[in-house]
Each structure stands twice: as structure tokens, then as C-alpha cells.
């Protein structure tokens, strides 16, 4: 059967996926759900020092301890880091899919990707180099190193070579603008991208569970 490998957003841990691991795993499937370095521990203070590269290892030692094929799937901040360790190891990686998340290219930062608006809430850590939890996240949810979000993704071939790529878009951001609208736009018409326009709110996990569940089972068949 399949391995997913699932990254979480900014702020969140592992357990973010709790729920559709289950599930995945009720299907058959093993699951390892990443908690990214200094993010999403509550027992663990984050580091202003951590940066893109730890996260990418992350990603990378959970694609090397995987038996059998990877759907690598990660949500919003977590398509970084999925990406660049997609490219480190592609005889890994089967499918990717990508939760209302960034797909970066070569050279690009969070911050050149997404809005003036996420832009205005990274600044919100200059002092500190730490951006702020939003209140509204679960209690686990923790401050979330800046550095990560201004380290270029650094690619060296693309994910032009994978079998299955899949984007799944939130529609429903309410009075803010998405600040993944541009990915969408530069994926929606190109042939080798599977595309999916979901009328839910940025956390699929909550908000789209059986579509997510149903388009990740998809990929690893």
C-alpha cells in the first residue's frame, strides 16, 4: 500500500492531520505525519533560527524511512518544504499534492508568493523573528519562525518528472484574498496539473474532509 507523508502549514504540527490520518490508515494506507522542526510543539519553544533547510530535512528523513510509494502531500506553508525535498529525493516520491498551499519554483520565497496582506503578518515578527500564532488557531499551534519564509526554495529540477500532481484551491477565504490566487493562476491551464477548486475555507482538513480524504486516495491508486 501507500505511504503519505503529510506536511503541515505554518504554526500547526502533525496533528493537524489527526483526523484524515485515520482514515487514510482505515483504508490501508501507512501515514507519517510530520511535525516540522521548532513549529507546532506546544513543550517546545520555537527557534528564530530555524529556517527552510531544517524543514526541508524534516521532509526529507520522513521520504527516507517510507517503504513503498509516497503520496507527499502538505498544506499552505507545508508545499515549501514538500517540494524542495520532493526534488532532493524524486525516485521517492509517486505523487504530490498540494492543500490550498505554495508550489514554489526555483529562487522563490513565501514571501514573494503570496499577498500584502500575509506580507503585513510575517512583519508582525521583525523583532522577534518569530511570526505570531493567530488567535483563532488550536491551542497547540505555536509562533512560527520567520527565516523559514524568506529562504529560497532551491530546486534543481522541477516537478515536472513526478506522476501525479494535484492542487486543490480554497474558494471560500471570505473578505481577505487568497494568497495562494497566483499558484492557482499559473497552474489552472496547465495540462499536467490536476486542479481542483474546493468551495471551503483554508483548513481542508476541517473543512473539506471527504473531498481531501476522496482526492488523496485518488492520487495513490
Known sequence: MTTFVLVPGM???GWCFDDLAAELRAAGHTVDAVTLTSVGDPTTPPD???DLA?????VVRALDAAIGPVVLAGHSYGGLPMTVAADRRPAAVDALVYLDAFVPRDGETARAMTND???AWYDEARASGLVPRMPFFDARATDHPLATLEQPAELAAGLEGFRKR???YATQWGELASPFAATLARLRDDPSWEVHELDAAHNLMRDAPDA????LLDAAA
Do not use: I, K
Open 166 to 168: 494535484v492542487y486543490l
Open 54 to 58: 531544517a524543514h526541508v530535512a524534516d
Open 212 to 215: 481531501l480524504r476522496d482526492v
Open 48 to 50: 528564530p533560527a530555524v
Open 11 to 13: 504554526c500547526h504540527g
Open 117 to 119: 496582506h500575509e506580507r
